[in-house]
């Protein structure tokens, strides 16, 4: 069980601010923190991993006191596994040599071939890290993280720089070893298909402070269906047709056009994000 | 009229001796400089840099008069650790040291500045200490770096000159380095001698130049195509 409430001041794009947080954790769970860039997110776990020393307040696992005022457990008593948004593999180790170094004392090396296994390594298990794609790389950093046998997973951004498929086996990875050990889990995401796959339980931050605590389906709206359909877009272009206005939207990676009153078009301009609604009548399901 | 290779062995064992005691010394400070935040880094730095524009002669002067036994430095040393520092090896290891001090400290700190802070931290998550960190994922990152300052600074003891010649003098197989006896064989019309010398140390100092431009271009491949 993991009990945080911390305080630290922090200079964002828009000035200062200060992470306040109040927050409990159960064993196992799996709790993503969501929210957009600069609130605070990789902040919150770096303090958890004792990598930044919060300027007040108190994080306690376990019946162990991690941070307080003039005590500082430090961040190799800790235990915790982190997942860094850059990896953090080193370059002149091999992959296997990465997990090895992992490992803690007394540890059987068995634990690296079994990792290697689990995570397909196998192939890359004598390649240096750095001449790895950055997929490949990501499944190094995981498997690493758990050689090291942590009390507490977080994860920074686990799955940003992967394509949709690597992404989604991935996720099912984690999903099953964070299963498989129990895992306590704390994700930082900005993707809410990503929240939803993986946590029950979603934190949304914003400018230091936590705003929302549920379900993703509570937290993002979902509780109560609608036949509503929203997407956030992105207006590429505004062109008037005949007495309409054809407007062009980048909604995730389509381009869509829709029709816009004068009135409507006035008020966009390229380059504005926007919720294109619509209700769906009649909607056609393909299966793909 | 002879001349010998002892002013040369005096030379290469001079510039490996200072070397092994820079590394010593140097890579902690270049590293403790990396990553300080001290208000006084530039201070610290500045004294680092200063061999790099002061003459030799005034470093030379300057520590002549520290290492003389009338001065207290020299006393105490003499006292604590029964060396004589003036017109003796021992000095011109330490005025060596100091002098070639820079050449090590630079590339290395600026190697170590070139690492990313996840490198430590990812390590710090797993359980390391700092010394492990240091020697097993720090150390062996910065490879190119380490043999740039290592060579840097060993050919710069090879080529010292004014500090040598302040605070050592001219005593056969104490401190009598290859350049000092170049310049007294001149001074005695002995080309032929100084020729001797001043060859040796061209291809000396050429052929470990090349072997590091070599290996360097190598490490570099290889972390390019791997």
Redesign the interface.
């Known amino acids: 069980m993991i009990a945080v409430d911390i305080r630290k001041r922090l200079l964002g794009a828009q000035g200062e601010f200060s992470l306040e947080v109040e927050l409990h954790i159960a064993q196992g769970e799996f709790v993503a923190l969501f929210g957009v860039s600069g609130a605070g997110k990789t902040t919150l776990l770096r303090c958890l991993?004792?990598?930044a020393e919060p300027d007040s307040g108190v994080i306690r696992v376990d019946g162990q006191t991690w941070s307080a005022p003039q005590t500082k457990l430090p961040?190799?008593?800790?235990?915790?596994?982190?997942m860094?948004q850059?990896?953090?593999?080193?370059?002149?180790m091999t992959v296997r040599g990465n997990l090895e170094?992992?490992l803690?004392k007394g540890t059987n090396k068995q634990r690296v071939s079994e990792l290697i296994e689990i995570m397909a390594l196998g192939e890359l298990q004598h390649?240096?890290s750095?001449?790895l794609s950055g997929g490949q790389q990501q499944r190094v950093a995981l498997a690493?993280t758990l050689a090291?046998e942590p009390r507490l997973l977080l994860l920074d951004e686990p799955f940003s720089a992967l394509d949709h498929e690597t992404k989604l086996r991935l996720q099912d990875e984690v999903l099953r070893l964070q299963r498989h050990y129990g895992l306590t889990t704390i994700m930082v995401s900005h993707d809410v298909s990503e929240v939803y796959r993986l946590s029950k339980r979603v934190l949304i931050l914003e400018r230091g402070r936590i705003v929302a605590d549920g379900s993703p389906a509570d937290v993002f709206g979902a509780s109560q269906p609608s036949g509503k359909f929203s997407f956030a877009g992105e207006i590429l272009a505004i062109d008037a047709a005949d007495v309409v206005f054809a407007v062009t939207l980048l909604v995730g990676n389509q381009i869509v056009r829709v029709i816009a009153t004068a009135d409507e078009a006035q008020r966009l301009k390229p380059g504005d994000r926007v919720m294109l609604m619509s209700k769906a009548f009649n909607p056609v399901l393909i299966a793909c | 009229m002879g001349y010998d290779w002892q002013p040369l062995l005096l030379t290469f064992k001079l510039a490996t001796v200072t070397t092994f005691i820079l590394c010593l010394i140097g890579i902690p400070c270049a590293w403790w400089l990396a990553q300080t935040r001290t208000r006084f880094k530039p201070v610290l730095e500045t004294l680092v840099s200063m061999p790099l524009v002061l003459p030799p002669s005034v470093l030379g002067f300057y520590l002549l008069l520290a290492f003389s036994p009338s001065h207290w430095f020299g006393a105490w040393m003499a006292h604590i650790a029964g060396l004589k520092l003036v017109f003796s090896f021992s000095g011109l290891v330490l005025a060596s040291v100091i002098f070639s001090f820079p050449f090590l400290v630079h590339p290395v700190q600026s190697g170590f500045q070139s690492l990313s802070p996840g490198l430590s931290e990812a390590a710090y998550t797993l359980g390391k200490s700092r010394w492990q960190t240091f020697l097993h994922v720090l150390l062996p990152n910065i490879k190119p770096q380490l043999l740039a300052g290592v060579v840097l600074a060993f050919a710069h003891t090879i080529g010292e000159f004014g500090v040598v010649l302040m605070i050592g003098g001219n005593m056969p197989g104490q401190t009598r380095v290859a350049s000092i006896a170049i310049y007294d064989e001149v001074e005695a019309m002995n080309y032929d001698a100084a020729n001797f010398y001043a060859l040796v140390l061209f291809g000396v100092c050429f052929t470990i130049l090349l072997a590091v431009y070599l290996l360097n271009k190598r490490l570099v491949m290889r972390v390019g195509s791997t």
């Open positions: 991993a004792g990598l961040v190799q008593q800790r235990r915790v596994g982190y860094f850059d990896y953090g593999l080193f370059p002149n170094f992992a803690r390649r240096k750095d001449s690493r090291a």
